[in-house]
């Protein structure tokens, strides 16, 4: 198998790489931060691909060039994404945009991009990275509760419209990391 994990450089993203690695398949380290994304890939014997995912045309070339370089892509992690801590009314237009951007449609347009290789290879599977923020809040997460938790809703959708492809969606929402 062919897994691509976003922000799979470090934290959750590196711990998935990692397992993924472990349990066979061939690792695309995906992240802004080529040298950081470099060593994750060498760490575990994966490759690393720049590819900053708010912008559409580099999620869309992440698989494209995954497929490429591996012939196929059988699984995506949604991990990479922000957070800015700051209380509601402090949050400027932009930040919140960034912030929703960064966690929710960076996911929605990798899978986007995925879905013609998963369908081409009979299936796949997409784990996208939710919160625990995902079912409740804190004062301090306006942008990230709300980013997360649609995570969990376009994750059911996503499920529900390529079930029939066999594609598999399924979110994990981990707590405090």
């Known amino acids: 198998r062919v897994a691509v994990v976003t922000g799979g450089n470090g934290g959750i993203g590196l711990g998935m790489a990692r397992g993924l690695a472990a349990a066979g398949a061939k690792v ?8 950081k994304s470099a060593a994750a890939a060498k760490e575990i014997g994966g490759i690393a691909i720049e590819a900053d995912v708010l912008k559409e045309a580099d999620c869309r070339a992440l698989a494209q060039e995954t497929v490429a370089k ?4 059988d699984i995506l992690v949604n991990n990479a994404g922000i957070n800015i801590r700051k209380q509601p009314q402090e949050y400027t ?6 912030v929703m951007d960064s ?26 990275i939710g919160s625990m923020m995902s079912i409740f809040g804190a004062s301090f997460t306006t942008a990230y509760a709300a980013s997360k938790g649609g995570m969990v809703q376009m994750t059911r959708a996503l499920a529900c419209a390529w079930a029939k492809d066999n594609i598999q969606v399924n979110a994990v929402l981990p707590g405090w990391i």
């Open 103 to 128: 966690n929710l449609t960076s996911a929605f347009v990798c899978s986007q991009a995925a879905y013609p290789a998963m369908v081409k290879a009979g299936g796949g599977k997409i784990i996208n």
């Open 70 to 73: 591996l012939g196929r892509l």
């Open 93 to 98: 237009l932009d930040e919140w945009r960034k």
């Open 28 to 35: 695309v380290v995906a992240g802004r931060n080529a040298q």
